[in-house]
């Protein structure tokens, strides 16, 4: 009897309403407090994304890289990568293929993205092949002696139109367009593929 007369006389306002909790404070009092560690949560999480960002920022930049740009680089993304002065008829001429790289903020200069061979037919047109092997992605060395791109990693070679000579690659080796400019400049359209499937896609 005493008990209930004591709440009531704390309270008296709030008990008449309803509007308090188990604990005998207002609700309204807990909303505010809600709204308030919200905010401050806020406040405290602020300054700390730009920490986070610099720290994930190699591998954000990694997985937003475009490809490559540069004065070496047309509007079709070709890359230049040899004069044809450079090429000999009937051997395949190896090139690396150097271009800039970007990423939102920066731009890394003259980097080696991969390899060609190209070779000049005597029909005057070009062949490009990339220099990565299709099974394992290691580069492929042109054997002139034998005639053969041979693969040192497992033991296995290509004719020198691309074809495998074995069953160790799951493909021929890919191949790759081929242009010319005005200057003389051979340009490729440098792609990767996925290694290790029969089928040919870019990645
Ligand atoms: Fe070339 Fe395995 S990586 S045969």
């Known amino acids: 009897m005493t008990d209930n007369s004591s709440a009531a006389n704390s309270s008296p306002a709030a008990s008449s309403s309803g509007d308090v909790d188990e604990h005998g404070f207002p609700r309204r009092g807990m ?11 806020i406040i405290t999480i602020i300054p700390i994304v730009p920490v986070v960002g610099m720290v994930l920022d190699p591998l954000l930049r990694k997985k937003r890289a475009v490809g490559p740009t540069g004065p070496k680089v ?3 993304k070709f890359i ?3 004069k044809l002065a450079q090429l000999k008829v009937g051997e395949p ?9 970007r990423d939102f903020w920066n731009t890394f200069p003259n980097q080696a993205v991969g390899s060609v061979y190209l070779t000049l037919q005597p029909d005057g047109k070009i062949e490009c092949f990339n220099a990565r092997c299709p099974h394992l992605g290691c580069t492929v060395n042109f054997r002139s002696g034998d005639n053969i791109f041979y693969c040192p990693c497992h033991d296995s070679s290509f004719n020198a139109d691309g074809t495998r000579k074995n069953d ?16 003389g ?12 499937v029969h089928d040919r896609t870019v990645v």
């Open 93 to 101: 001429v190896q090139m690396p293929v150097i271009a800039d790289q």
């Open 31 to 41: 909303l505010y407090k809600g709204v308030a560690m919200i905010l401050g949560a």
């Open 185 to 196: 400049g051979i340009l490729v359209k440098f792609e990767n593929f996925r290694v290790g």
């Open 80 to 82: 230049e990568v040899a």
């Open 74 to 76: 047309d509007a079709d």
């Open 168 to 183: 160790i690659p799951p493909r021929d080796l890919d191949p790759l367009e081929v242009k010319q400019n005005d200057d």
